[in-house]
Every structure is written in structure tokens, then in C-alpha cells.
């Protein structure tokens, strides 16, 4: 397997700005969206450097009318210390990603099952992903789902990225995005409908994706205090490395 890191993911924003201690990533066609609309930086940050990026993201968000700050530190490095005190005593939200991979031969077999059928999105259901995308994304708000409903659009012609749907006895359950590259193929946004969990349906997802590019490694990111990610282990994923993200949100 190649050695995988978080560069290997995809980031869906642009490049904003640049210097020798961060990048800014910009998505204006969906300003709402934290994950592509923030900071990462290259090397920790002493307290004074984290103030200096945290002022001019906050200008730059207000500006635009966003209501969030977002940062992420370098692989495998754990804020400590003065700046560990700081982003606490600023109610900073913290959290961290872990990076996990697989070769498609590795994923454990599954029973196949009849009530289960699994469809590459085209122009016939896309509707149906769009319903239900939109439902599931109501709790981030209702101005989230419904940029997130162009985002689906934009990304339905975006050759690089299959958009998958599963349904349960013929009823829309779940999805995911597949993000497709040279050597690689990322699982993203995996989503179940709470009407049909513990059914099987994430794992005969996942399944879909591991038999669709069995010369690929699969990749994918869990967010690090997610039950999730204790599912993944048993399926034989290979953790590569963590990050450390942090975020708040201005009150109106």
C-alpha cells in the first residue's frame, strides 16, 4: 500500500491566501460549508501566530457574511501547552480527524441481501439523492441544505466524483460520494437515513465502493470521537495518522 497521508484527501475549496505559515481555503459557492472554508496550518502555531490567522479568517468571514472561524493543525501534532489554553479559554470547539485505508481485498465479506439494492446516481435518481441529501442536512440548518442541494448538482458532473444511493425494499436509505484519483478512492459524506440503521446498509456501501476499484487503495477520514471509526477497525481499515481541527461559531 502507498504511504497515505491527509494530502491524499480531497478538499473541496480553493487557495485563497498563502504564506509560510498557513493556507486559507475559500469556497465562495457555499460559504456555509466549515470543511471548505478555513485555515490549515503548515507548522503548530505559537500563540502569537494563531492570533495574527485568527483575526484576519474572522475579518475575512464577517466580511462575507460567514459566521464561523475553522482551523486545522499539521498531521499528527496535538496542540499543547499556552495554545491549548488559549483555544480553550476562547470556547474554541476541538476535535480531531483520524485517516484510515484499506485495499478492496481486504474487506471482510457480507452476506448479500436481496432487500438491499445499490445504484450509481444518473439524471433518473439524482432527484432522489437530492430529497434525500436535503433531509438528512436539515439539522446543520435549512441554508446548508439548500446550497447543498447546488453543491449535489455541481458535483453530478464533476467526473471525478461518483455519487451512489442505496435503497431498502425499494425506499431511498442511504448514500455516499466517491471521490476518485490516480491511485486512490476516497469514501465520503457515507450517510445512512435513521429510518434504516443497523440494517446493513453502510457496510454494503462501502462493499460497492471495494468491488467498483479493487486496484485502488480506499481511503477515508473519521471524525476521532465517532463510534464510526470503531466500525471501521473491524472492517480491517489500517489507521494512517491524525489532525486536529478547531472551531467556533459567532452567535447572531
Do not use: W
Amino acid at each position: 500500500m502507498k504511504k497515505i497521508t491527509f494530502e491524499d484527501i480531497y478538499t473541496l475549496g480553493n487557495i485563497a491566501a498563502e504564506n509560510t505559515h498557513y493556507r486559507h481555503f475559500h469556497y465562495p459557492d457555499m460559504l456555509t460549508r466549515y470543511d471548505s472554508n478555513f485555515i490549515e496550518f503548515k507548522n503548530l502555531p505559537s500563540v502569537k501566530e494563531f492570533k495574527e490567522a485568527e483575526n484576519y479568517l474572522s475579518d475575512y468571514h464577517l466580511s462575507r457574511g460567514q459566521k464561523h472561524v475553522k482551523f486545522y493543525f499539521p498531521a499528527n501534532i496535538k496542540p499543547t501547552g499556552d495554545l491549548s489554553k488559549y483555544l480553550t479559554d476562547m470556547d474554541y470547539e476541538i476535535g480531531y480527524l483520524e485517516l484510515y485505508a484499506i485495499q478492496p481485498e481486504h474487506f471482510p465479506p457480507i452476506k448479500n441481501n436481496s432487500d438491499i439494492d445499490i445504484q450509481v446516481v444518473t439524471e433518473k435518481n439524482l432527484e432522489i439523492l437530492i430529497y434525500l441529501r436535503y433531509k438528512n442536512d436539515l439539522e446543520f440548518g435549512a441554508e446548508f441544505a439548500e446550497q447543498k442541494v447546488d453543491l449535489i448538482k455541481r458535483q453530478f458532473e464533476d467526473q471525478d466524483i461518483q455519487q451512489v444511493l442505496a435503497f431498502y425494499r425499494g425506499s431511498p436509505a442511504g448514500c455516499v460520494d466517491v471521490i476518485i484519483s490516480d491511485e486512490t478512492v476516497e469514501i465520503d459524506d457515507l450517510t445512512v437515513d435513521d429510518s434504516f440503521r443497523n440494517k446493513g446498509i453502510g457496510s454494503r456501501l462501502q462493499k460497492f465502493v471495494m468491488e467498483s476499484f479493487p486496484k485502488k487503495v480506499v481511503i477515508l477520514v473519521a471524525d476521532g470521537e465517532d463510534t464510526a471509526r470503531k466500525m471501521y477497525k473491524k472492517q480491517n481499515y489500517q489507521y494512517h495518522g491524525y489532525k486536529y481541527e478547531i472551531q467556533k461559531v459567532y452567535q447572531d
